[in-house]
């Protein structure tokens, strides 16, 4: 067990937070397509020290069948941490944290999915987090929404997903371990970032209306910026792909993967496009 002790003040006098970002600062982000071979999609995030891949297997059959809908796909997510994504040895058996954090995943990304196009079938997402560091299920929620994306299944767009929390009485995005747990509250958020709708919506501790109402505005701006980076990923993943098929001149600046539409953004629809 590695020690911990609690910080003297999670915001400096200059008004910047233990690891120096600005309070309306996210993290640094790595995203990832396509890091899986055997999965029909997959995606990691790196959001400073939290690091989680997510796979997407289907549309398929699904087991057990007293689960199925007649009228759409059943959306599966199953998040679970590593034993070694924390300091004290995370116990492999699903907690009910884990079981929470699947469902309010899975209804997150459901408001972007054209589920009823594949009914009685299944959708599985993996969400493993290798190493916990804060904010994993709005980062599971990141890399889930682009892993069904580089599956193929067909989306309204992408999900971008942040938590604003507070701390020393102020308001702060995308909130890090120590700050998530000696910090005074936590709101993660997911939205459609193309109506503004949001899909996620958790609180954790006390926040005055006016602080809630400021909170929800900082967390649409910061999934905005969020979702850019998603884009800008799914982008990268595929013009790689195209040139490793040998394609030419992909990456253009006509080939731009709009997902403000109704976009199917599977790779046989996207090499048809070229
Ligand atoms: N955490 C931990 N052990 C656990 C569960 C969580 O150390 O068994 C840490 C982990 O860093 C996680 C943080 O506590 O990111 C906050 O957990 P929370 O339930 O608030 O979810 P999250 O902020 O990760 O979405």
């Known amino acids: 067990m590695s020690p911990e002790t609690k910080p003297d003040f999670l915001i400096s006098p200059e008004g910047l937070r233990i690891d120096g970002r600005r309070t309306d600062e996210l993290r640094p982000i790595e995203l990832k397509v396509g890091v899986l071979k055997q999965a029909d999609g997959s995606a990691s995030i790196r959001q400073g ?12 059959e699904l087991h057990p069948r007293h689960l ?14 590593a034993t070694f994504s924390v300091p004290d040895r995370k116990r492999p058996a699903p907690s009910r944290r884990e079981k929470e954090i699947s469902m309010v995943v899975a209804n997150a990304l459901k408001p972007a999915l054209f589920l009823e196009e594949f009914p009685k079938a299944v959708v599985d997402v993996f969400v493993q987090v290798i190493q916990a560091d804060g904010g994993t299920r709005c980062a599971a929620i990141n890399a889930a929404s682009l892993a069904l994306a580089d599956a193929g299944i067909p989306m ?28 005074q509250g936590d709101v993660p958020m997911a939205i459609l970032p193309t109506t503004d709708e949001i899909t996620l919506l958790q609180q954790d501790g006390m926040f005055k209306k006016e602080e809630l109402l400021e909170a929800m505005q900082m967390g649409i701006n910061s999934c905005k910026y969020l979702h850019e980076l998603q884009k800008e990923a799914l982008r990268r993943a595929y013009v790689k792909k ?16 709009d997902d403000d539409m109704e976009t199917d953004l599977g790779e046989a629809d996207l090499m048809e496009d070229e």
Request: with cysteine; charged share 40%.
């Open 49 to 60: 020290k939290t690091y989680i891949i997510a796979a997407v297997y289907g549309p398929r």
């Open 68 to 81: 199925t809908l007649n009228d759409r796909a059943y959306l599966r997510v199953e998040y679970r941490m």
């Open 156 to 183: 309204r767009c992408l999900i971008p997903a942040v938590a604003v929390g507070k701390a020393d009485g102020k308001l702060l995005v995308d909130l890090g371990d120590e700050e998530d747990k000696y910090g």
């Open 242 to 257: 195209a040139s490793e098929n040998g394609d030419e001149d992909d990456d253009d600046e006509d080939d731009d993967f």
